[in-house]
């Protein structure tokens, strides 16, 4: 009864939206399906994103409808199929249940584009999936402290919530390569599960224990700041040309300024820019040459980084 | 009256806690002799500071040992457990760093015009949960459930979704070391939230009033004390533990984050209460039994982080030791044992009492 309930609020919701924007014919009628803002930093950027691609200057006529429950997303998204929009885009909460919602997208002629994250389905439900690739975030990071070409390498390794997307992503090449190599050494990995105070108090036992290391690899810039706070209470020097080296995840852009004052040394992006190769895809009219479109994304070295970097990739204030 | 309070509340309740943390200390000592060795380096900010484990679960236990000051209060008065402290840390931290922002520079002026604020508005949202509990009657749990799921909202809301930074000499003096101070500030600030409430406690009726409260409410009203005004300050010192603990996780890392900034607190803090040996039923109660609770719960974390338990088992490690302390603590256990020590006196007594014949 309550799942009923919020699925038909959800329902009004989307007709209210669409009533109000009744009467723009010669714009491109998008339907996005999203993630609340309130979610997290990442997604924050992700809806500014969107907000600034699909707007009535370029040509469309977009309506957004936030819910972290898949339930309410899939009434939301079949909301949108039937007010007739031309496209669907969907960031969906949860991987499941969503095959009978694009099945009618599909009968109804509506481009479905997925962002951000994957659903399990057939490939044939949807024209293109923009995704990030979290594996890939690992390996770009793995590949450039192996490019450091230290003779040693000894990591304290704080990891995410264990089994997040991101976490197995960052820790899987770490962990393979620290394997494969006989100089590669995790002194500790534990998961302080995106807590900053808890990233502080594992690198303080690592300090207190005596043991030697030279690398903070945290799974988030968060992590990284709490590490960095226990090296400095500890009087043990980091960043560019230091004792320690260390690397964060996410291109926040005060842990980007970090970068540029050489107090870190690497922060690897996750992007949530993809409007912008939807948006295209979309004008262009044409199917994409491969269904996963995996976005491209950077990670930034302290001695390379420009105050616009800092700008243009920076998530937040 | 101090008489009768002493006999059913004395060192017997810190029994458990005392033995639990002689544990901890004996099995880390085994493990690792120099576990609690303290030294001292110079921190990057050139202040000569102690290090050390037994420095590193002092400091880091700081926000708990608060809370469970607080929540102390509240379980013996309400007999029932505010889960919402989490959440308010959050909304407090956000409104100390939204206040701090709001300013150009960070001078000792705004600093302290932003803890007042966020002491303000967790005194609102915890006289928010004691006007559901003391005035509508509302189980505790229930009542502070609501805050403890939207809280972390309306911390979003506060600052607007990113992790916002602020970054000042004074602000690290209050989450590190003051400068030419070899002790983290943190733990002063317990110090000082100890003697306050000591100060409390000995110069008003403050806890007799509580204990009274929280064993039979009507009783207590009949002799005269005004039971809801009792559990609302409860609540409001609480209120306060709140502000001050969200005050030091923004200064410790000079940056909040709302979604994890003392995540899943609560849990601890009702733990260290628990662990205190106090009755989560309400009634009696001993703070200095709740601040040990915290400090254990927090040797306990960096005991596991010593011995690098891999980061998926941390968790069951953790709960088979808190099982063993409250099966310890458990009033079941606790007869047997006491049971056990009497039959065994008397046996001596009766022998000697032969010998003697």
Known sequence: ?317 | MSKTKRKGNGVGQLLIPLIAILLLVVFNLIRDPSFFSIGTTVNNAGTTVLSGNLISIINGASELAILAMGMTLVTAACGGQDISVGAGAAIAGSVFVRVLKSGSSITGLTVLLAFLACCVVSMLFSSFNGTLVAVFGIQPMIATLILYTCGRSIAYWINGGATPTVSSGIISSIGSFIPNVPIPTPIFIVVIMAILLNLAFRFTNLSLYTQSVGINQAASRLNGINPTFIKMLSFIILGICVSVAGTIGVCRLSLINHETLLLDVEMDAILAVAIGGNSLGGGRFRISGSVLGAYIIQMLTTTLYAMKVPSTDVKAYKAVVIILLVVMGSPVVKKKVSGLIARRRAGSAGSEGKEAA
Request: glycine share 8%.
């Open chain 1, 1 to 317: 009864m309550k799942k009923l309930f919020a699925l038909s609020i959800a329902a009004l919701a989307v007709s209210a939206c669409m009533l109000v924007s009744a009467g723009a014919d010669d714009l491109i009628k998008v339907g996005i399906v999203n993630n609340p803002p309130s979610e997290s930093g990442y997604r924050e950027a992700n809806v500014k994103d969107f907000e600034s691609v699909f707007t009535e200057e370029n040509g469309y006529d977009a309506k957004t409808y936030y819910s972290i429950k898949n339930d309410e997303q899939l009434a939301a998204a079949q909301g949108f199929i039937t007010d007739g929009v031309d496209y669907l885009l969907i960031s969906a909460a949860e991987t499941t249940g969503w095959d009978e919602v694009l099945q009618s997208a599909q009968e109804a002629g509506i481009g479905v584009f997925l962002f951000d994250r994957m659903i399990d389905c057939d490939e044939e439900l949807y024209t293109a999936a923009v995704v990030s690739d979290m594996r890939q975030e690992g390996e770009t990071a793995v590949a450039w402290l192996e490019g450091l070409g230290l003779d040693s390498y000894n990591i304290i390794h704080i990891q995410g919530v264990m089994g997040s997307d991101a976490q197995i992503g960052r820790s899987d090449p770490l962990d393979e390569k620290c394997k494969a190599e006989d100089n590669w050494k995790l002194v500790v990995e534990q998961t302080a599960s995106w807590d900053e105070a808890e990233a502080k108090a594992i690198t303080e036992s690592v300090i207190n224990s005596g043991e030697a290391f030279n690398i903070i690899y945290a799974e988030n810039d968060g992590m990284a700041k709490g590490a960095v706070a226990a090296l400095d209470d500890h009087g043990i020097s980091h960043g560019v040309d230091k004792d320690v080296i260390v690397m964060g995840f996410d291109c926040n852009k005060w842990a980007l300024r970090e970068l540029l004052a050489g107090n870190w040394n690497y922060d690897g992006q996750c992007s949530p820019f993809q409007a912008q190769v939807i948006s295209d895809l979309i004008k262009s009219g044409e199917a994409p040459a491969e269904k996963k479109i995996i976005s491209v994304e950077k990670g930034f070295d302290a001695t390379t980084i420009t105050e616009e970097d800092v700008d243009t990739y920076g998530l937040g204030e």
